[in-house]
Structures are given as structure tokens and as C-alpha cells.
């Protein structure tokens, strides 16, 4: 056997076809969301100019779900860290508390909508002013369904950490949850922030 043979079998597998899949989402994901962004500027001009845009304070619900990613980002490393030194026992632990964490999230936004709702906030505008709801709606909504794409991913990880295979050796499933859960998490701080100073 070559040493060629022998180093492929001992490295790590973490990059497949699978992977580059994911960065195509995160890509189009991204375009997505940038387009939304636009839109909401495009709006926000026109609304200010014509002194319709109703301007509000986010849901405390949003900031509290801020938190939350970031501490289920913190699980999420920790996994993959698992994963890396073959610590195979604490991944489905870890993942499930990432997932945990991520449902919390679900509701956090949903409490978050709740909010906007009892202050007279709602998807449809019923005056033209409040189309600026309408985009918090749209955007939280959007990232809400990423979410959910998710949380599938690591059902799908906890179900094959609990068989034993995701370890050092095969490291490519746990690598895209992880590639994909910090861009959530990222991409929702960051939506925060362009709501709060836009």
C-alpha cells in the first residue's frame, strides 16, 4: 500500500460535493436577503419622503433570540470539536442541545410576532406607513423558514451521531451543520442590526 493510500485513509474526511452544495445555499441565501435589504431601502426613501413610514422599536423578543443563537453557535463548535478529537459519545448530547436552543429560537420569534401583533403591527398594512412592518415581517420570516432547514439538519446529526458515524474520521455531515448553523446565526445578527439602524 502507498503512503499516498495510507494518508487519505488517516485525514480527516471533511470537504465533499455536499459541502460545496451548502456554500451554494449560503450564496443564494445571502443574495436573498441582500435583495430584502435593497428593497427596504428603496421603500424607506420613497415612505420618508412622503411621510409614510411608520417607524418602531424591534421586539425585545428579536434581542433575546440573539442570545440564543449565539449560545447554540457555542454548542454547535463544541460538537464539531467533539467530532475532532473522536469524542463520539458527547456529540449527540451537544447536538441536541443545539437543537434545543434552536427550537427556543423558533419561539422567541414567534413571541416576537406576538409583540408586533399587539401593537397593531401586521403583515398586511393597513395604512401605507406601515409597510415598514411589513419588511421586519418578511425578513424574520424568511431567515425563520432557514431556521427550520436547520433544525432538519441536525435532527438528521443527532440521529447519526447516536449510530457512532460522525467521528474524526468522517467529518463532513457535522461540518456542514456546523458551516451552516454559524451562518444562521451570523446572518441573524447581522438582519438585526440592519433593522435596528436602517
Known amino acids: 500500500m502507498s503512503s499516498s493510500t495510507i494518508q487519505n485513509n488517516t485525514t480527516p474526511k471533511e470537504f465533499s460535493p455536499k459541502t460545496v452544495i451548502i456554500w451554494l445555499l449560503i450564496v443564494a441565501s445571502t443574495m436573498l436577503f441582500l435583495a430584502f435589504c435593497s428593497a427596504y431601502f428603496v421603500h424607506q426613501g420613497d415612505g420618508l419622503r412622503n411621510n409614510a413610514w411608520l417607524k418602531f422599536d424591534l421586539p425585545f423578543e428579536f434581542w433575546l433570540s440573539a442570545g440564543i443563537v449565539l449560545i447554540s453557535s457555542f454548542f454547535m463548535q463544541m460538537a464539531y470539536r467533539a467530532a475532532q ?82 467521528h474524526k474520521k468522517n467529518l463532513v455531515f457535522i461540518n456542514i451543520c456546523k458551516t451552516y448553523w454559524h451562518f444562521l446565526g451570523i446572518l441573524w445578527i447581522l438582519l438585526l442590526l440592519f433593522l435596528y439602524f436602517a
Open 85 to 166: 478529537k473522536d469524542d463520539i459519545y458527547k456529540i449527540p448530547s451537544l447536538l441536541t442541545i443545539t437543537l434545543i436552543c434552536g427550537i427556543a429560537f423558533c419561539i422567541s420569534q414567534f413571541y416576537g410576532w406576538l409583540n408586533l401583533m399587539d401593537r397593531g403591527l401586521f403583515l398586511s398594512n393597513k395604512e401605507p406607513a406601515e409597510i415598514s412592518a411589513s419588511f421586519v415581517y418578511v425578513i424574520s420570516a424568511a431567515h425563520f423558514a432557514h431556521i427550520i432547514g436547520g433544525l432538519i439538519l441536525l435532527t438528521v446529526g443527532i440521529a447519526r451521531a447516536s449510530k457512532l458515524q460522525i
